[in-house]
């Protein structure tokens, strides 16, 4: 246990560290949906959903990407496919950093905010710890 926690801590720091590319590598529909979800409720907690519009950039055959924007418009935030001048810029990352442990940073106009993920023996996907934001 002391080794994931330590491997959760160096996937989350080296995460600063990632290259330009965006989108989800991750194939599974469950983890996506419970990422989703998770990360819909903290941008929930950061803005105003009726006052906010996203501009989320995705691939159309990004899983992750569509759950995203589905759950988002849902909640009340409006998204669109083309950046303007008050649209917030959402990047994100999905990816599998061990078997069992998953990782997405988002990118909100360019301050990420990252949390880690562990996927149970029964397949269920729980947040291994906090969010972190760069840039307080």
Same mark, same amino acid.
Request: charge should be negative; aromatic fraction near 10%.
């Given at each position: ?5 330590? @491997? ?24 996506? !949906? ?20 996203? @501009? ?10 569509? /759950? ?9 935030? !409006?998204?669109?496919?083309? /950046? ?53």
């Amino acid at each position: 246990m002391k080794s994931n926690v330590l @491997f959760v801590a160096l996937a989350l720091a080296v995460g600063g560290c990632a290259t330009g590319q965006y989108g989800s590598f991750v194939r599974s529909d469950a983890v996506s !949906a419970s990422v989703t979800q998770d990360v819909v409720e903290k941008l929930q907690e950061e803005f105003p959903a009726a006052n906010t519009v996203f @501009f989320l950039n995705r691939s159309k055959s990004d899983t992750f990407g569509t /759950q995203l924007n589905q759950a988002l418009r849902e909640k009340g935030f !409006a998204t669109t496919a083309q /950046q303007g001048e008050n649209e917030k810029s959402l990047n994100y990352v999905l990816d599998q950093v061990d078997s069992d442990i998953y990782r997405v940073m988002i990118y909100i106009d360019g301050t990420p905010y990252s949390r880690a993920y562990r996927q149970t023996e029964n397949g269920a996907v729980v947040p291994t710890g906090s969010w972190t934001k760069r840039g307080d």
